[in-house]
């Protein structure tokens, strides 16, 4: 008979809130330095001007491949 081992342990990852940001600490500046002014960002598009006329093609698509397949059965089963 096989011998019974103990588990492998799991590797020990260190979570993601301890390791240090690439910007956490701000970089020196000269003693009359201005803070540097962060850009005014644009604000996000809202949902209802995404464009989704790619569902419709989707959509038109699967009906023609459904169509086309329902024919191909009916076609079947008259022939046979």
Do not use: C, K, N, W
Request: aromatic share 4%; proline share 10%.
């Amino acid at each position: 008979m096989s011998s019974r081992r103990p588990r492998r342990q799991r590797r020990r990852r260190d979570r993601g809130s301890t390791l240090p940001r690439p910007g956490a600490t701000p970089a020196p500046q000269a003693a009359g330095a201005t803070p540097a002014r962060i850009p005014e960002q644009t604000r996000p598009e809202h949902h209802v001007a995404t464009d989704y006329r790619y569902v419709r093609r989707d959509l038109v698509a699967v009906g023609v491949v459904s169509v086309i397949t329902l024919a191909f059965v009916l076609v079947a089963a008259v022939i046979a």
